[in-house]
């Protein structure tokens, strides 16, 4: 098995939300129909059953709704990173994504977070989250 950490691989659907993060930008789907936001990726609104699904960019901030630790890597070189603290973060928007939390002390539930960009390699940036600084 290889050291190399798993990188996500982008396909047609989902390649905006790449483009933008390596971009510095947290872009998600929108309902041309509703204004719903959409996440995950969708091919149909949830909300209006609308087909017209444009991306947008988000203005990246959020609340904190939970978060735990991982203390065990996946690969050796990722032993240096542990622990890693996952979080759920309900974005301004109204949707619900998951990603890391980055900084020394991880903020409480409900607490205000926003994005920041953590590059991967040459082609791929994913979000992570950090308390917000009011």
Not at 40 to 63: D, F, H, L
């Amino acid at each position: 098995m290889s050291d190399a950490p798993l990188l996500p691989q982008p396909d047609e659907r989902s390649a905006p939300f790449f483009d933008g993060a390596r971009e510095g930008r947290l872009m998600l789907q929108r309902c041309a129909a509703c204004d719903s936001w959409l996440h995950p990726v969708k091919t149909r609104c949830p909300q209006c059953g609308g087909n017209e699904i444009v991306w947008q960019a988000t203005g990246g901030r959020g609340v904190l709704f939970s978060h735990g630790r991982l203390w065990r890597a996946v690969y050796p070189a990722q032993e240096a990173e542990l622990p890693i603290t996952l979080a759920v973060v309900d974005l301004d928007e109204g949707v619900r994504i998951s990603a890391r939390l980055v900084g020394e002390e991880p903020p409480r539930a409900g607490e205000r977070v926003v994005v920041e960009f953590q590059p991967l390699g040459p082609d791929i940036a994913l979000p992570v989250f950090r308390q917000a600084r009011n």
